[in-house]
C-alpha cells in the first residue's frame, strides 16, 4: 500500500512538472508537425500495401484468363468442323484480365461449347460481323502484297507509285477486339492522306474490314517489312555486354505509345544504346527497367526506321509469334531463342521457381531441368507451339547453370514493367 502511495505521488509530481515546463510555438508546430508526417507515412504504406494486393490479384486473374486462352486455342486448332470454330470472330484478355470471345453467330451454341470446356474463369461471349480466319486470311494477304512491293523498291525495280507508297510506312495492325485491320499511313495533310489510301487500294487491294488512319512518321508501329528487328536476335549495349531480344511491346509515355523489344535489365542502366550483336547499328536505347524480386526486365525503345517483328530470328521455317501470352503449365514443352545457343528446348519443371540469380533473388520463373541456354541468351524469346503453325510467347531467359534453365513470365514483365504486347 506505502509503494503504491508512493508511485502516485511521484507521477503527480512529474506530470506537474511537464505542464509547469513553458512550450514554445515552434516547438508546439515542430510536434504538429511530425504527426502530420506519421499520419502521411501510414496512409502511403496503407496505400502501398493495397496497390501490392491489387496488383497480385490481377496477375492471378491474368494468368488465369491466359491459361484459359490458351485452352481455347487448343480447342480450336483440334476441331475446326466444330461450331465455336465456325463462327469464331476473335478472342482477348481485356484490362480487367476478363477473357472475352467473339463470336458472328450462333452464341448461345457457342458458348455452351466454352462451357463444356471446363474454363477456370468465366468467359464473356460477344458478338462480331465477321469470321476471325477470314479477317487473319486478308490480313497474310495483304503483309504478302507489301512485302513485294518493298522488294521492289529496295532493289530498285519498283514503278514511282510503288516508292511513293513506300514512302507512306504503311503500317498494319489487328485489332482482336474489334476483329478488324488497321493501316496506318505516314501523310502531311488531308489530300496527302486521300492520295495514299488510294495508292493503297490501287497497289494492294480493296478490303473489308478494312479502315486507314493518317499519323506522323514517329507515331507509327512499324512493321516487319521496312526494318525488322526480330525476337531472339542478339543485341550489344553500350557500357553493359552482351544480350537477347524478346518479345516486342509498347508501353504509354503520356498520350504517346512508345515501340520497342523486351531484353534483360542485369548489367545495363537507362539511357544506354542498344546495336544489332556484332554490328555498328544503332536500334535504339534502353528507356525502361526494373531488377527486383519480380522480374528482370528492360525496355528497348526502337528509333529510326526499326520496328518490331513477330517472326522468331533465324528459325525456318519461319516461326511467327501471335500477339497473346501464356503461362505454360509443368510439363509442357517450351524453346527459346538467343544469340549464344540459338533455338534449343525443353519440358517446363516448374512454373513458380524462385531463385538467387546473379546477385538478385527472383520470385516465380519457370524452370526447365536442363541447361538450355548460356551467356548471351538473357532476355531471349521464349515460347511455346499451340499448333502446327500457331506459336505463343511464354516469357524470356532469365539465367541458370548447368543443371536448370530459368525463365520469366511474360505476365510479370507486361505487370511490373508497365508494357503491353501486341
Known sequence: ???????????????????????????????????????????????????????????????????????????????????????????????????????????????????????????????????????????????????????????????DEESAFMGYRPCISYYDQSNSILVQMAVTDENDFAYAKGLFIKLVGSYEALSFEACGKDELNFSFYLSPVQPGRGIYISGASDYSLGFRAY?????????????????????????????????????????STNIDAAFVQLGGNYGGSQTIYSTSPSEVLDSYISTPTTGTTIYKVGAATGKTGGTVASTSYNATVGTQYITDMISVASQIASTGDSGGITYMVLSGTSRRTVGGVEGGD?????????????????????
Open 1 to 159: 500500500m506505502k509503494k503504491s502511495f508512493v508511485f502516485s505521488l511521484l507521477l503527480i509530481i512529474l506530470c506537474s512538472v511537464f505542464l509547469l515546463v513553458p512550450h514554445t510555438q515552434a516547438e508546439g508546430d515542430s510536434d504538429m508537425e511530425l504527426a502530420e508526417i506519421l499520419r502521411n507515412k501510414d496512409t502511403e504504406r496503407d496505400a502501398a500495401c493495397e496497390q501490392t494486393e491489387v496488383d497480385e490479384v490481377w496477375q492471378l486473374k491474368n494468368q488465369a484468363a491466359s491459361r484459359d486462352a490458351d485452352l481455347v486455342w487448343r480447342f480450336l486448332d483440334k476441331n475446326p468442323e466444330s461450331v465455336l470454330h465456325q463462327y469464331f470472330s476473335g478472342m482477348y484478355i481485356d484490362e480487367s484480365s476478363q477473357l472475352i470471345v467473339n463470336v458472328f453467330g450462333e452464341e448461345n451454341a457457342c458458348r455452351k461449347q466454352l462451357t463444356d470446356l471446363g474454363l477456370e474463369t468465366k468467359v464473356l461471349v460477344k458478338k462480331e460481323t465477321e469470321s476471325y480466319y477470314a479477317v487473319k486470311e486478308r490480313l497474310s494477304h495483304i503483309n504478302a502484297k507489301i512485302i513485294e512491293i518493298n522488294e521492289h523498291v529496295q532493289n530498285a525495280c519498283g514503278t
Open 251 to 291: 508501353y504509354m509515355d503520356g498520350v504517346n505509345k512508345r515501340y520497342g523489344m523486351i531484353t534483360a535489365a542485369h548489367g545495363n542502366a537507362i539511357g544506354q544504346s542498344v546495336y544489332f550483336a556484332s554490328t555498328t547499328t544503332n536500334i535504339g536505347s534502353i528507356t525502361l527497367r526494373q531488377l
Open 402 to 422: 548447368s543443371t536448370v534453365t530459368l525463365f520469366l513470365k511474360a505476365a510479370a514483365i507486361e505487370l511490373f514493367l508497365g508494357v503491353h504486347i501486341y
